[in-house]
C-alpha cells in the first residue's frame, strides 16, 4: 500500500489538477502465503465503502501468492507466475517451449544468472585476497612488535651491561685510590667479594 500510494503521489505537483491522476495498480508477488482466509493464488482489491460501493478506481492491489498456484495452467497469469518458482535451468527451458511469450524473459535470466555467478565467483576472489592481505598485515604488524621488543630488550640489555662496566671501572678507581669497601658497595652496589678480585 505504501508503494502504490506513492506511485499515485508522485503523479501530482504543485498546482496540478487531481484529474490528471493515473490508476497506480500494486502488484504483489509473494512467495509465502500471505491471505490465508483466501484459497485463490490471485486476489485483486479496490476501495470500497462499506456498503460495497467503488470509492475510487485509482488504486488496485493485486496479491499473487506463488505456494497457492496450482500445478496445471488456468489463469493468463499463470505461466508467468510458474516462471517465479522455476528454479533448474530446465524448468525455465521448459516453460519457454511451452510458452513462447516467456523466451526473452528466460534468455536475460540464463544471463543475469551467468553474470551473477560471475560477480559471486569475482566477489569471492576479491574477500580471499583482502583475507591474504589481511593475514601478510598480521604477521608484518606482529614481526614490526617483535623487531621493537627485542631492540627493547637489547638496548635494555646493552644498557645494563654498560652501567654494570661502569660501576667495576668507579670500583677499581676507588679501590686504587684506597677507599673502604663498604664505601665502594654503597656507591656502586657491587658486592665486596668481587671488589676484592679487581
Not at 80 to 94: A, N, S
Not at 139 to 153: N, P
Request: aromatic share 10%; charged share 35%.
Amino acid at each position: 500500500m505504501y508503494y502504490a500510494t506513492r506511485n499515485l503521489a508522485d503523479q501530482l505537483r504543485w498546482g496540478d489538477k487531481y484529474d490528471e491522476l493515473h490508476q497506480v495498480i500494486s502488484i504483489c508477488i509473494c512467495s509465502h502465503v500471505l491471505l490465508d482466509e483466501e484459497e485463490a493464488y490471485v486476489n485483486k482489491y479496490k476501495m470500497l465503502n462499506e456498503e460495497g460501493r467503488c470509492f475510487t478506481d485509482l488504486l488496485k492491489v493485486v496479491i499473487l501468492e506463488l505456494p497457492k498456484l496450482p500445478e496445471k495452467e488456468d489463469e493468463a497469469v499463470w505461466p508467468w507466475l510458474k516462471f517465479f518458482t522455476c528454479k533448474k535451468q530446465e524448468e525455465f527451458e521448459m516453460l519457454a517451449r511451452k510458452h513462447p511469450e516467456l523466451k526473452e524473459v528466460v534468455s536475460r535470466v540464463k544471463k543475469i544468472s551467468l553474470g551473477q555467478r560471475w560477480r559471486w565467483a569475482l566477489a569471492d576472489y576479491q574477500n580471499q585476497k583482502m583475507a591474504l592481505w589481511g593475514q601478510k598485515e598480521q604477521i608484518r604488524l606482529d614481526l614490526e612488535e617483535a623487531c621493537a621488543k627485542a631492540q627493547a630488550e637489547g638496548h635494555a640489555e646493552g644498557h645494563a651491561e654498560g652501567h654494570a662496566e661502569k660501576a667495576l671501572e668507579i670500583a677499581r678507581k676507588m679501590k686504587k685510590a684506597g677507599r673502604p669497601f663498604s664505601e665502594i658497595t654503597e656507591f656502586t652496589d657491587i658486592p665486596a667479594e668481587t671488589i676484592q678480585e679487581l
